[in-house]
């Protein structure tokens, strides 16, 4: 068996496993996310999407995956901040500091000029729907930018290690036999190039595998594409060859899962997690539909004496010999009790969904509320979803946006680090960041107002406290932008400038006191005084 033919056997043996999420993710995008709903059955391109009778599930997926990508990266505004980790020598040195505000620019730059919000948008839907998602780094050298592609769900198979970490990534990609040749050429395969040949087969669909794992043999002191720590390989599933190997340097696809069962590699996503509510309402929607065409369009009795079709439509006219020719059928479903059930179970998927947490002025009844409650009603349900907002950072943004660091850093986008700089840690930012770790900016509040009150007993206890540091620190958890934060060189020159003023002054108080002191020392002494004594002396 050749090595192309046992990674294939892998992914299919890895796809069988996962017949049953199959299944479940077809019934949930068909409710939530039509728009990636071939997984089970195979739709013509252009057909209709929307099969179910009611949308609030799709709307409400769609303005929780918004909400909350504009919660973690708000529109403009700089979502995470590089530190030289604490573990790392000298990490308080200003020209690491000054080298990781300068990357931190430049980083958020080359995202936001790239298609990285727009394909970010696709894998955060599909994390909070399916509970995965799965989207793949790059810098481009054609387009010299960073690029970014999210892969639906129905695309890929995943392992893990044995810390629970995605390090195996199996993805079966469609080529058209034109695109195919453009990317590898003569290596595309044999069925490939027979393809290209024919004008009217050069669009036809070719299945592609591309295979990313840790490097069986991997010489850390000795690295380039040839060996990296990941290796990269790419299969023609048709003609069972490998047309492409390199490698990564670091793990280039994201996998992020929303929650995760034990035993499970994959994850579980509100859409999945709520699909019986969903369905419930779909039937609920179906029924409510019935009962108003019953009342508007109601079923009648017709004499069999009339012939006919009995027109109903507005301004009809029938001519009828006897009377009553059509009666109504006595409806029994209760119109009022249908609206109200309807209503109940869309509440039901409101709060699957989160629709409070990312609208919270909506629904809001009453008097006005004051910025600081509506920010504070915000935060205080940002919260409810910390826990899979943790994993996100853990298992997309951290690993991400490292690896965009150094691509850019390979690719002359941003300068070389200073020498020494080996660790570097990521600090969230922005309003979700504000959310969760609101906690230490409150405590850190608390601990200075305590201490404020034990100052008038115990003067020296303020001692304790890194004022300077502090107060940086709560800015940035308070979502406040760095270059609204002056950098310690800034702040201490102010220092000094405000210390020259203040003593300057002090100093010319002091010479008015003296020249007014000599001046009123200036007249004779009166006789007999000690001071003339002193002066006859």
Same mark, same amino acid.
């Given at each position: 068996?050749?090595?192309?033919?046992?990674?294939?056997?892998?992914?299919?043996?890895?796809?069988?496993?996962?017949?049953?999420?199959?299944?479940?993710?077809?019934?949930?995008?068909?409710?939530?996310?039509?728009?990636?709903?071939?997984?089970?059955?195979?739709?013509?391109?252009?057909?209709?999407?929307?099969?179910?009778?009611?949308?609030?599930?799709?709307?409400?997926?769609?303005?929780?995956?918004?909400?909350?990508?504009?919660?973690?990266?708000?529109?403009?505004?700089?979502?995470?901040?590089?530190?030289?980790?604490?573990?790392?020598?000298?990490?308080?040195?200003?020209?690491?500091?000054?080298?990781?505000?300068?990357?931190?620019?430049?980083?958020?730059?080359?995202?936001?000029?790239?298609?990285?919000?727009?394909?970010?948008?696709?894998?955060?839907?599909?994390?909070?729907?399916?509970?995965?998602?799965?989207?793949?780094? @790059?810098?481009?050298?054609?387009?010299?930018?960073?690029?970014?592609?999210?892969?639906?769900?129905?695309?890929?198979?995943?392992?893990?290690?044995?810390?629970?970490?995605?390090?195996?990534?199996?993805?079966?990609?469609?080529?058209?036999?034109?695109?195919?040749?453009?990317?590898?050429?003569?290596?595309?395969?044999?069925?490939?190039?027979?393809?290209?040949?024919?004008?009217?087969?050069?669009?036809?669909?070719?299945?592609?595998?591309?295979?990313?794992?840790?490097?069986?043999?991997?010489?850390?002191?000795?690295?380039?594409?040839?060996?990296?720590?990941?290796?990269?390989?790419?299969?023609?599933?048709?003609?069972?060859?490998?047309?492409?190997?390199?490698?990564?340097?670091?793990?280039?696809?994201?996998?992020?899962?929303?929650?995760?069962?034990?035993?499970?590699?994959?994850?579980?996503?509100?859409?999945?997690? %709520?699909?019986?509510?969903?369905?419930?309402?779909?039937?609920?929607?179906?029924?409510?539909?019935?009962?108003?065409?019953?009342?508007?369009?109601?079923?009648?009795?017709?004499?069999?004496?009339?012939?006919?079709?009995?027109?109903?439509?507005?301004?009809?006219?029938?001519?009828?010999?006897?009377?009553?020719?059509?009666?109504?059928?006595?409806?029994?479903?209760?119109?009022?009790?249908?609206?109200?059930?309807?209503?109940?179970?869309?509440?039901?998927?409101?709060?699957?969904?989160?629709?409070?947490?990312?609208?919270?002025?909506?629904?809001?009844?009453?008097?006005?509320?004051?910025?600081?409650?509506?920010?504070?009603?915000?935060?205080?349900?940002?919260?409810?979803?910390?826990?899979?907002?943790?994993?996100?950072?853990?298992?997309?943004?951290?690993?991400?946006?490292?690896?965009?660091?150094?691509?850019?850093?390979?690719?002359?986008?941003? @300068?070389?680090?200073?020498?020494?700089?080996?660790?570097?840690?990521?600090?969230?930012?922005?309003?979700?960041?504000?959310?969760?770790?609101?906690?230490?900016?409150?405590?850190?509040?608390?601990?200075?107002?305590?201490?404020?009150?034990?100052?008038?007993?115990?003067?020296?206890?303020?001692?304790?406290?890194?004022?300077?540091?502090?107060?940086?620190?709560?800015?940035?958890?308070?979502?406040?932008?760095?270059?609204?934060?002056?950098?310690?060189?800034?702040?201490?020159?102010?220092?000094?400038?405000?210390?020259?003023?203040?003593?300057?002054?002090?100093?010319? @108080?002091?010479?008015?006191?003296? %020249?007014?002191?000599?001046?009123?020392?200036?007249?004779?002494?009166?006789?007999?005084?000690?001071?003339?004594?002193?002066? %006859?002396?």
């Amino acid at each position: 068996m050749t090595r192309a033919e046992e990674e294939i056997k892998k992914y299919d043996s890895q796809w069988n496993k996962l017949a049953n999420f199959r299944s479940l993710w077809q019934a949930t995008a068909d409710l939530c996310f039509p728009r990636e709903n071939n997984i089970t059955h195979i739709y013509a391109q252009g057909v209709e999407k929307m099969t179910h009778a009611d949308d609030t599930a799709i709307i409400d997926s769609k303005e929780m995956s918004d909400g909350l990508l504009s919660a973690i990266i708000p529109a403009g505004e700089h979502f995470f901040q590089l530190n030289a980790s604490k573990y790392n020598p000298s990490s308080t040195n200003n020209m690491y500091v000054e080298y990781l505000s300068y990357a931190t620019d430049r980083l958020h730059n080359e995202l936001f000029s790239s298609n990285y919000l727009l394909q970010m948008g696709e894998t955060m839907r599909s994390v909070i729907v399916f509970g995965t998602g799965d989207i793949f780094s @790059e810098y481009n050298i054609n387009i010299k930018k960073l690029n970014f592609k999210d892969y639906d769900i129905s695309l890929y198979v995943i392992l893990e290690n044995e810390a629970g970490i995605v390090d195996v990534h199996m993805l079966k990609v469609p080529y058209t036999a034109r695109q195919a040749y453009q990317k590898w050429g003569d290596k595309a395969g044999k069925s490939v190039l027979e393809a290209v040949a024919d004008s009217k087969k050069e669009n036809d669909i070719f299945q592609f595998l591309h295979i990313v794992k840790p490097r069986e043999k991997f010489n850390p002191r000795f690295v380039t594409y040839w060996n990296t720590p990941f290796e990269s390989r790419y299969i023609n599933i048709k003609d069972k060859t490998i047309v492409d190997e390199g490698g990564f340097f670091e793990f280039p696809y994201q996998t992020p899962r929303w929650m995760k069962t034990t035993g499970e590699i994959m994850g579980r996503g509100q859409g999945t997690e %709520g699909l019986k509510q969903i369905r419930m309402l779909n039937q609920q929607r179906v029924d409510f539909n019935e009962c108003s065409n019953k009342h508007v369009n109601p079923a009648m009795d017709v004499l069999a004496s009339f012939e006919g079709d009995y027109r109903v439509f507005p301004g009809a006219r029938n001519d009828v010999s006897e009377f009553p020719t059509a009666v109504p059928v006595e409806l029994k479903g209760n119109f009022p009790v249908s609206k109200d059930t309807l209503e109940m179970e869309r509440e039901i998927i409101h709060t699957i969904f989160y629709k409070d947490v990312f609208h919270p002025l909506r629904d809001l009844k009453g008097d006005r509320r004051t910025t600081l409650e509506i920010r504070e009603r915000l935060l205080e349900g940002l919260k409810r979803i910390g826990q899979p907002v943790h994993r996100l950072w853990y298992e997309l943004f951290n690993p991400q946006l490292s690896r965009c660091l150094n691509l850019c850093i390979r690719n002359g986008i941003i @300068e070389e680090p200073p020498p020494g700089l080996d660790l570097v840690e990521i600090e969230p930012l922005g309003l979700m960041a504000n959310a969760l770790s609101s906690g230490q900016a409150t405590a850190f509040q608390r601990w200075i107002a305590i201490g404020v009150e034990l100052k008038k007993d115990i003067p020296e206890i303020l001692d304790n406290v890194n004022i300077d540091e502090g107060y940086r620190n709560l800015g940035r958890k308070m979502g406040v932008r760095l270059e609204d934060i002056n950098k310690p060189e800034v702040r201490d020159e102010i220092r000094r400038v405000r210390q020259e003023q203040i003593d300057a002054r002090q100093a010319a @108080e002091l010479a008015q006191m003296a %020249g007014q002191a000599y001046g009123q020392a200036t007249g004779a002494p009166e006789k007999g005084s000690p001071a003339a004594a002193l002066m %006859g002396s």
